[in-house]
């Protein structure tokens, strides 16, 4: 049995991870997050995915180190590495919905996600000097770009956790929410992305990853350089389908296309 679960509600992808108590992945959980996050990206009906751990103790324990142990211990996770985190082609909005502890690649995860909200219990950990390793799946870096350095530093040399409320302070979590909330909020954030030009949000993902490192001179020529998505929406009915809504007093019908 798989330990992704995927539902689909309308133009939203939902994903679980769904191996409790702890929702670690192996192998072929890797893959088969691979593959919904591949769906949900290339997908034309779906707009949003919004990612969340079964069970009410954690999100995410990462890397299955009780399979590794038992011998689990290949590097097939799929196209994009471990838990997908190689990704770098993302086009739709991943919110991601904290229900535990996320710890290693479950924090790693947290962090490569375009919004985070998360549950006060909420706790966040990198504990990979303590096992031995690295959180090189993503963790290293992105932690120093989502917090603030020293506190990063901290958080992966001594492995202690980080609170929703500290998360939330550094700008890492967007909401804190209570756990009986949490879908419900999860879910009236895609609907308000929804309401936005499906191309728009292509492009707005595309250029944000594109020029992070930039400079604003070296950004701007970036942006000149050309860029798929950004370029496919500037040349399309929706790029004309917003001012013409607004004159028209009416809700924009985003076709995209």
């Known amino acids: 049995m798989s330990r992704i679960r995927t539902e689909t509600r309308g133009e939203v992808l939902v ?34 995915g919004i990612v969340t ?3 009410d103790r954690m999100f995410s324990a990462g890397w299955d180190l009780k399979a590794v142990a038992a011998g689990d211990d290949g590097e097939d996770f799929g196209p994009h590495g471990f838990m997908s985190l190689n990704r770098q082609d993302m086009v739709k909005p991943v919110i991601c919905a904290v229900n535990g502890l996320a710890v290693g690649g479950g924090f ?53 956790r980080l609170s929703a409320e500290e998360g939330r302070h550094y ?32 492009a707005l993902l595309e250029v944000t990853r594109e020029v992070e490192s930039l400079s604003d001179a070296e950004a701007f020529a970036r942006l000149q350089t050309g860029l798929p998505w950004r370029d496919r929406l500037r040349s399309s009915d929706d790029y004309k389908e917003g ?12 076709t995209g296309k």
């Open 53 to 55: 751990g079964a069970g």
């Open 171 to 202: 700008g890492f979590i967007n909401r804190i929410v209570p756990r009986a909330q949490l879908m419900d909020v999860a879910h009236e954030l895609a609907a308000q992305i929804i309401k936005g030009a499906p191309l728009a949000a292509a």
């Open 15 to 48: 994903i679980t991870f769904d191996h409790p108590p702890a929702n670690p992945f192996d192998q072929a959980a890797s893959r088969d997050l691979d593959a919904a996050l591949t769906e949900l990206n290339e997908n034309p009906a779906l707009r949003v």
């Open 243 to 254: 001012p013409r809504a607004f004159v028209e007093k009416r809700a924009p019908r985003w």
């Open 108 to 160: 790693e995860f947290a962090l490569s996600c375009t919004l985070v909200i998360a549950t006060p219990e909420a706790e966040f950990s990198l504990p990979e000097l303590q096992r031995g390793f690295i959180p090189e799946a993503g963790g290293l870096w992105r932690a120093h770009r989502r917090l603030p350095v020293n506190i990063a530093s901290e958080l992966l040399l001594t492995g202690r």
